[in-house]
């Protein structure tokens, strides 16, 4: 069955922060690492085919350097699907993206004398039928199928640990992320192989949108806000009204 692919993406950098240290892989594009998000929304319609692969980044290290990270994941990225041709195995290649990143990132830490920066990366990567979840760190990815919001992502934090030992009050810590030193502790991206179906929508963000809109809230944008397009602006105008606290980017997918 042949199937069509609807996407958006939008990125602001809120309402708080001066500079932006979200990016974004979206149909061959992603911002330079001095940026202020998007002017407005990219997008596109398209028969869908393997290969099709869309992330979001958020940079971590301070200064300008989470930016930089970011930047350096999502060009990465680029550069690995221009070269892409037939799979033996998506989980392995998906794993192998993600190291090469992980690289890309420890490789600019040591120009920077060992300075630490970092991202997170939260990505689809559709291949024949199915659609491949991979994510590390707390940037989430959603499929929202028969009015009902599923996480697909695994969120790489100590919010348990937090929360079993009474501690408030405090920004749970990244146990998995972009820019891990392999000698000191191992990556280990989280992947899900997803059949997906006609009508299904794939959420992609940063915790600029979910830090600031609770998942009641993005269920009822996603069922009220029309076309793609729309619905990724109103999901980014609301992060916004609730305060805009961090950097916020959003990809919204849907299948036809």
Do not use: W
């Not at 099709?52 to 958020?58: E, I, K, P, R």
């Not at 195995?89 to 490789?107: A, E, P, T, W, Y």
């Not at 992320?177 to 899900?192: K, R, S, Y």
């Amino acid at each position: 069955m042949i199937h069509m692919l609807e996407a958006a993406c939008y990125s602001h950098k809120g309402n708080v922060r001066s500079n932006n240290e979200d990016n974004f892989y979206f149909d061959g594009a992603y911002m330079m690492s001095d940026n202020e998000g998007l002017s407005e929304i990219i997008d596109f319609r398209r028969f869908l085919k393997s290969g099709t692969g869309v992330a979001v980044f958020d940079g971590m290290g301070g200064g300008d350097y989470g930016e930089i990270a970011s930047f350096l994941a999502a060009e990465y990225m680029k550069e690995v699907l221009g070269l892409t041709g037939n799979i033996d195995s998506v989980h392995k290649f998906l794993n192998n993206i993600c190291l090469g990143m992980n690289q890309r990132v420890i490789d600019k830490q040591e120009e920077l004398n060992n300075f630490r920066i970092g991202s997170t990366v939260a990505g689809l990567y559709f291949y024949k039928q199915y659609a491949y979840a991979f994510n590390l760190g707390d940037s989430r990815i959603y499929c929202f199928r028969d009015n009902e919001l599923m996480q697909l992502s695994k969120n790489h934090t100590n919010e348990q640990y937090l929360k079993e030992n009474g501690i408030t009050g405090r920004k749970p810590r990244l146990l998995q992320h972009l820019g891990m030193n392999p000698d000191e502790l191992q990556l280990e991206p989280h992947i899900v192989k997803f059949e997906y179906k006609r009508g299904d929508r794939f959420l992609i963000c940063s915790d600029g949108l979910t830090d600031m809109v609770n998942n009641f809230e993005i269920t009822d944008i996603l069922l009220t806000s029309g076309n793609v397009k729309n619905c990724a602006k109103t999901l980014v105008q609301s992060a916004l009204e609730h305060g805009g606290k961090d950097n916020v980017t959003v990809i919204l997918c849907q299948v036809h």
